[in-house]
């Protein structure tokens, strides 16, 4: 009996020391949760994390708050400026997780930890709207009153000049010549008709005298010089500009004038298939270089294209092609975080009770 009560009181504390010793672990790791807020670093990059003013918002943000309120946790966000610094932060323990518009890559997944994805995107690639460039007659006209257009009439009209008056002073004595007997002005005139039809292959009449068609051969010689390098000029004007225009995919993107952000998944896509393409700190950059006409087109991330092509963007440019590589979000943590189990827990509970749905909602309907 008194051997069995020992025993009992045995088990019965061993089993008390556990509910203890557990309870104490959950409490501590809850109270570590709780007390020390989660640095979460993040980069502005709209519709995804959106600056306004001194507040942040954006899909990932409110998407971020739910997800702590769902685990419980205070949380502090510091802004960075590149993807790359992101992963820096995660990387070297400046941040204990990262969200913004985090591409998850076998790259990244080798020396990260993911979340389940947040979100699926895909590059793309935009480009100006068309309408930009003039098609059929206005597109003619634009090519007419172009500066190359322009000072290739001036040129003409130098030679003209100059064709006129040789030819009005080697045939105003002849007497049958096609300038002789008239006075200067209407001598002039003919010969400046004569020099203009031949430039045009079209001189119904041809100089008497010997030293007139001598330069008669000479100037009809240097018109279709003119005319050769007047057709080949506006011709490659043209072919530039088609080509410039002509962009449907990343298939037609070499020898296009293509911008992309530095340290991105675009990049690294670019640099992948050898197409040379300037790349800037933010997507702004690349977006203004593509409306003022430095550049034909952006490779970047579909959503945050379409965002802009809907909003500030609106009417300038257009997705050109559908996406051509897609790709998940995720939320950026350090190799083996204890972060990674609440968080996703969190995470799929929003998908579950339609949270996820509002918030992707809010950021992303088609208006
Ligand atoms: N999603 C891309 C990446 O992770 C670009 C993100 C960004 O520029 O913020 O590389």
Partial sequence: MGNGSGL?????????????????????????????????????????????GDRLSGFSIDLWAEIARGMGAEYALNKR???????????SGAADLAIAAISITSEREKLYDFSQPIYEGGLQVLTR????????????????????????????????????????????RHPDGIVGGVGYFKGIWRAAWWAASCLATQAEEMPRSAVGRWIAIAWMFGSVVFVAYFTAAVTAQQTVQQLRSGIRGPEDLPGKRVCTVAGSTSETYLK???????????????????????????????????????????????????VFRHENYGILLSRGSPLRKPVNEALLKLRENGVYEEIHGKWFATN
């Fill in 8 to 52: 009992m009181s045995g088990r019965f504390r061993c089993w008390m020391l556990a509910v203890v010793w557990v309870w104490l672990s959950e409490a501590h790791l809850a109270a570590q949760v709780k007390e020390e807020p989660l640095r979460v670093s993040t980069r502005v990059v709209a519709p995804f994390v959106v600056q306004d």
């Fill in 81 to 91: 400026d590149s993807v790359k610094d992101l992963l820096g932060a995660v990387g």
């Fill in 129 to 172: 709207v068309e309408g930009d460039s003039p098609s059929g007659v206005a597109a003619v006209l634009h090519d007419l009153f172009s500066p190359q257009f322009l000072q290739l009439l001036g040129v003409a009209l130098l030679l003209i000049l100059v064709a006129t008056h040789i030819i009005w002073l080697a045939e105003r």
């Fill in 272 to 322: 992948g298939h050898r197409i040379k393409a300037a790349a800037f700190r933010s997507v702004e950059e690349c977006f203004a270089a593509l409306i003022d006409k430095r550049a034909d087109a952006v490779v970047y991330d579909s959503p945050v294209l379409l965002y802009f092509a809907s909003h500030e963007g609106r009417g300038q440019v257009v997705p050109a092609g559908q």
